[in-house]
């Protein structure tokens, strides 16, 4: 009798991504093969006290095939500050949001701050699905917030504006940047 062990795919633990418009892109390397990733959220939340993004992953093969996974929800893990002065408050941001004090390039602490990093955690993702050689279950996406349009910064703004708000206990300016996320996300 003899027998034969199953290979298992490759493990990948986590992917670099930028922002484009509210998505984040990044690429997955396997072998001399490179897959196009594409995490899009579509609605954010508060749950278990941790923000949850709540959207589909698309993948791209070389041959220029797409997969999607819609549903896929994406866990604040943790952030990374900026070494970068904040963007602009948004535009179009309600009164009540707006900050009381213009930013400083020489002080990005507290309401001066902003996020450089979301680490977010993926909801388990089936790498055969979504035609990928590799064991996707347990994915951390590390989406860099380096904006080049109005609504990556905004993005970026409303992200840290939330956080602040959430560590600092207040619900309701949490709520009402959770809020604005969503709005983004619509567009």
């Known amino acids: 009798m003899m027998f034969t062990q199953k290979r298992s795919a490759p493990k990948l633990h986590s992917i670099h ?10 690429k997955i390397e396997a072998g001399r093969a490179t897959y196009q990733f594409t995490f899009a959220p579509k609605s954010a939340e508060i ?12 993948v791209k093969s070389p041959a220029g095939r797409k997969r999607v996974a819609a549903g896929v929800e994406a866990t604040l893990a943790a952030t990374q500050g900026s070494i970068q002065p904040p963007p602009p408050a948004p535009s179009a941001l309600p009164d009540h949001l707006r900050p009381a004090t213009a930013a400083s390039a020489t002080d990005a602490t507290d309401g ?11 909801a388990p993702l089936d790498g055969r699905a979504l035609g990928v050689p590799m064991d996707l279950s347990d994915l951390q996406l590390n989406a860099r917030l380096y904006p080049q349009s109005q609504l990556e910064r905004d993005l970026q703004w409303l992200y840290s504006a939330w956080l602040l708000a959430s560590h600092g206990g207040n619900e309701q300016r949490s709520n009402a940047c959770l809020g604005e996320i969503n709005q983004r996300f619509k567009h």
Do not use: C, D, N, R
């Open 112 to 122: 001066l701050s902003s996020i450089g990093v979301l680490y977010l955690k993926l």
């Open 17 to 26: 991504a930028l922002p484009a418009g509210a998505a984040f892109t990044g």
């Open 47 to 58: 749950a278990g006290g941790k923000l949850k993004l709540k959207g589909e992953v698309t």
